[in-house]
């Protein structure tokens, strides 16, 4: 366990602004042998991508990834600012908690700081406390609620019964197979935790198991007690071996860029750099996108009136949800709309919805429960080690918005339906901004924060819009209307490029659409490698209607049909007759198309 000594500690500090508190807790670590003095520098630069106000007075500032080197120690120093300072518009912070972490030592104190962020009361103290043990304690000492204050999820424990097991996947346990694990242990009596390291989740909720960071090759124990027990561990031990419908996905592997350009400006420009998100060339005018506002009441009369409020946001807004699988289905596939399958899960995640109902109990509106219970999880989630997990927090953060904006006294959503063609840009885009766009009038777009491996990236390469992440705030300083060019290949923003260079990329945008359709037009000629090789290309389904659109995309057959998929989101397993159907409309679509199926398992 990492230490948390006095010498930690600077109390009744002072800051003139943001950056001043940083150097100042960044001294602290210098000063404690934490880091080197470059490392204040990666923490200045971690702001300009991502906010690390904690909530509730508190903020983590830390460094950016690419400088761990910098780090000597792990360690962490608290600076208490009892005058507060200014963190961002209507964020102040009291506590700044400077990280310098190399590993996961400092997840117990960022667990004990959301135990903290609950209590109002307990952070004023510490905040103008004469003794910097207290703020050690309450960091480094789980605190002990007494019965009628304790949460009212489960306590998560180990059970008897248990079975290890190694994820695979390139990026772990993150929003897809979580989605899947959870829905088969859904359909099990018993109770599931799951332990990875020191921390346990609850098996049953999508969002526990994603606050768990386990990442590539990590070994879960998986726990179960009830009298389906052995035959729950049993099957999760098959579903996480088999890679919980995770063979494709396209968070672990970016689709390729299957035809690349060599183009690039002439004359000097300005330049914005980013990652690219999605290929491809986009020329137009800039349209900026403000992030949405939505206000909320912090007390209400009724509870039992909030509750039935919250009750139907959710239903709401699982309803909307829904309808955005169907079309992402339908535009692009099974395997991309699972995204929002996902997002469901989220909503229906028990212990999120018993802790917002405890703050409407205790006489808070339904939004402020909502808000605060969702924004705990999305910090706590933002700040694990695996950028594709920690980029999860955007998803859950659009399912709580999602559901925010039907219980919100004011909401000011700013709908972007241009009625010209234009290129985005926006602070961020969540999954289902993206997933509502539309090619037609959406060249492209490009975001100042996010990455490459995000839910919205991949959206966007399914969408087949060209696309730039983590630009940067120098981004959001560009006017409407400027015109640039978009590379997504190579991450680049070119603004206000001459009219030569102009003309120059719309040549190559026409050459490769040529290409795109010369390609299409040759989709059912045999594969042949360059050494004369002939290679069967087949495609893996979730449904017999996917069959007909791999046919009509090319495939030569089947090699991989789901039947899983058939028992999803449905009370009762499929009946025979229902089962023989889909596999027969897949038959059929495929025409004498060889076709491989995947057959599960009986329980008990």
């Not at 404690?32 to 971690?46: A, F, Q, T, V």
């Not at 043990?133 to 309450?138: G, N």
């Not at 063979?247 to 400006?265: C, G």
């Not at 359709?517 to 996917?546: C, K, L, W, Y």
Request: aromatic residues 4%; glycine residues 8%.
């Amino acid at each position: 366990m990492m230490k948390l000594q006095g010498s930690n500690i600077q109390l009744h500090a002072r800051a003139e602004n943001k950056a001043d508190a940083i150097r100042q807790v960044g001294r602290l670590l210098v000063d404690n042998g934490h880091i080197k003095p470059g490392y204040i520098e990666s923490m200045l630069g971690r702001e300009k991508i991502a906010n690390t106000f904690l909530g509730n007075g508190i903020a983590i500032p830390h460094g950016l990834p690419k400088d761990r080197e910098l780090i000597l120690q792990t360690g962490i120093a608290v600076m208490q600012i009892p005058e507060g300072v200014a963190w961002n518009p209507g964020e102040t912070v009291y506590l700044v908690v400077g990280i310098a972490a190399r590993s996961d030592e400092h997840i117990e104190i960022l667990t004990n700081l959301t135990h903290v962020l609950d209590d109002e009361k307990l952070v004023q103290q510490l905040a103008t406390t004469d003794d910097a043990e207290a703020i050690v304690t309450c960091l480094t000492r789980m605190p002990v609620a007494s019965p009628a204050a304790a949460p009212p999820s489960a306590v998560l424990s180990d059970f008897d019964k248990s079975i290890e097991v190694t994820v695979s996947g390139e990026h772990g346990l993150h929003a897809r197979p979580a989605t899947a694990f959870v829905d088969l242990a859904k359909q099990f009596k018993a109770a599931v935790h799951v332990r990875h390291k020191a921390a346990v989740a609850d098996g049953k909720s999508l969002v526990s198991l994603l606050k768990l960071g386990a990442g590539k090759n990590a070994t879960l124990c998986i726990m179960a007690k009830g009298e389906d027990a052995d035959a729950a561990l049993a099957a999760l031990h098959r579903a996480v071996l088999a890679g919980l419908e995770d063979e494709d996905s396209p968070e672990a592997k970016p689709l390729a860029v299957d035809i690349a350009h060599d183009w690039s400006p002439t004359q000097a420009t300005e330049t914005i750099q980013g990652l690219s998100a999605s290929p491809g060339l986009a020329i137009g005018p800039i349209c900026q996108i403000q992030r949405h506002k939505i206000v909320v009441a912090a007390t209400a009369k009724d509870p039992a009136v909030e509750q039935e409020r919250l009750y139907h946001a959710i239903a709401t807004a699982q309803g909307e949800l829904d309808q955005i699988y169907q079309e992402v289905k339908t535009r692009s596939s099974a395997g991309q709309a699972a995204i929002f399958k996902a997002h469901i899960e989220f909503l229906n995640d028990t212990e999120i919805i018993a802790e917002t109902i405890a703050h409407i109990r205790s006489g808070h509106s339904a939004g402020w429960s909502w808000q605060q219970v969702l924004k705990v999880r999305v910090e706590a989630m933002a700040q694990l080690d695996d950028p594709v997990l920690a980029g999860r927090a955007v998803d859950l953060e659009d399912v709580g918005n999602r559901v925010l904006r039907h219980l919100a006294q004011v909401v000011d959503d700013t709908a972007f339906a241009p009625r010209t063609p234009v290129i985005l840009v926006a602070e961020d885009l969540t999954p289902s901004d993206t997933a509502g766009l539309d090619p037609a009038s959406v060249l492209g777009f490009c975001t100042a924060s996010g990455g490459p491996t995000s839910h919205t990236a991949i959206i966007a390469r399914s969408l087949g819009i060209p696309a730039i992440v983590g630009a940067g705030p120098a981004l959001l300083k560009q006017k409407d209307g400027v015109r640039v060019i978009l590379d997504g290949d190579n991450g680049k923003l070119y603004i206000e490029p001459d009219e030569t260079d102009i003309q120059s990329a719309q040549r190559v945008q026409a050459i490769l659409s040529d290409q795109r359709d010369s390609e299409h037009q040759a989709r059912f000629e045999p594969a042949i490698t360059e050494d004369g090789h002939r290679m069967e290309v087949v495609a893996n389904i979730a449904g017999p209607a996917e069959a007909e659109q791999a046919v009509n995309a090319g495939a030569e057959g089947v090699g991989l049909l789901r039947t899983e998929f058939l028992f999803l989101d449905r009370p009762s397993p499929p009946s025979e007759e229902e089962q023989y159907q889909a596999y027969r409309r897949a038959v059929e679509f495929l025409g004498g198309l060889p076709l491989i199926i995947r057959t599960g398992y009986r329980r008990g």
